[in-house]
């Protein structure tokens, strides 16, 4: 397998720097059998696509949720966008529900549906030599652990999650556990160190652990916690619920990108409706999560028909393998019939 770098940044709104012109000889020039490239609004989709007539081989796009769609500075972008999608020989989307998937229908372009999915390495077997984030961070076997997993980018809701998990009765004597790392300086993890220190001044009965682990013990967190919870204001198909599924952890997340089909896709959470913002982010209700945690915390039962429906569907359809093989299919079919 051979590796070609190119220093290029910014997309076709923000403008692109760098190798532009060398990427694009590079399509070109090279004989291709498949050219996949993932989401637009990022330059090697938006630098690819003035040259897209002139790339030989299947030529495939992965949508992946149109962030910028309702952005006034990506309307000629999306004005033109069609014309562009149409020189694909194919089209995926993780979700039929979506805004990508509706723009690519509302526009009459075929496409297909491959979701995303979680690793099998990772999550088929949780082996007993595998490291104990409980036990990394002193949180015991009997203390009920919430689990949030995303950055601080400020868009994941931990400030609702924090929120809600104080408000929470059921939350009473357990620890809410924020895994994420700080991309692009530290945006919100001061606030959520703030907001942290504010609650536990007010209610002493329960613990917040905000950590960065490695991936493994990540992983150990999402086979040990007791309830997933994703705030979050904005997702295209959030690969933490499929984790969750994986992991057999229930999870609740806010009504955001395809977060309801994938409840209904797996059956293994619950989804709390979000009220979109001036700025076209989903808030969630603090009152409404604080809510929802009470009922799932509380119920074992619930918890445990959750997180058996959430894992048999991710060993059924959602594994890496699976997901893996519908690739391949779509390129192969595309391939035979001479695109």
């Known amino acids: 397998m051979q590796i070609v770098e190119f220093d290029v940044s910014g997309n076709a709104v923000r403008g692109m720097k760098g190798e532009v012109e060398g990427y694009q000889r590079f399509l070109r020039e090279a004989d291709f059998d498949v050219v996949m490239t993932y989401a637009a609004q990022q330059w090697t989709t938006d630098a690819m696509l003035p040259v897209l007539r002139g790339v030989r081989g299947v030529r495939v796009l992965a949508t992946c949720g149109f962030s910028g769609l309702r952005n006034r500075n990506y309307h000629d972008y999306f004005t033109n966008l069609p014309l562009a999608l149409r020189e694909f020989d194919g089209l995926i989307t993780h979700s039929k529900t979506y805004q990508d998937a509706l723009f690519i229908q509302q526009n009459d372009i075929q496409f297909v549906v491959i979701p995303n999915g979680a690793d099998e390495r990772e999550f088929a077997v949780h082996s007993s030599q595998a490291p104990s984030f409980r036990h990394k961070f002193g949180i015991s076997e009997q203390t009920p652990m919430v689990l949030v997993v995303g950055s601080h980018t400020g868009l994941k809701g931990h ?26 300086r530290t945006r919100c ?38 309830l997933l ?20 952890l229930p999870f609740i997340a806010s009504d955001v990108g395809n977060s309801r089909e994938i409840a209904e896709w797996t059956g293994g959470g619950r989804v709390v409706t979000a009220g979109r913002s001036v700025r076209g982010l989903f808030l969630v209700s603090t009152r409404q999560l604080a809510d ?22 991710w060993l059924d359809r959602f594994t890496w393998d699976s997901i893996t093989n519908s690739y391949e299919d779509l390129y192969a079919g595309l391939a035979k019939h001479g695109l």
């Open 159 to 184: 400030s609702a999650a924090i929120s809600a998990f104080m408000r929470s009765k059921a939350a009473a004597g357990a620890t809410l556990v924020i895994i994420g790392n700080s991309p692009l």
């Open 189 to 226: 993890l001061p606030i959520c160190r703030a907001h942290t220190a504010f609650h536990r001044w007010r209610h002493d009965d329960r613990n917040v652990v905000l950590c960065n682990p490695s991936r493994e013990l990540v992983v150990s967190a999402f086979t040990e916690a007791d």
């Open 292 to 313: 929802e945690i009470d009922r799932v915390l509380s119920d074992e039962e619930l918890r445990q028909r959750l997180a058996d429906s959430g894992r048999k569907a």
């Open 229 to 248: 919870v994703m705030p979050s204001m904005v997702e295209c198909s959030p690969l933490v619920l499929f984790e969750a599924c994986a992991a057999g």
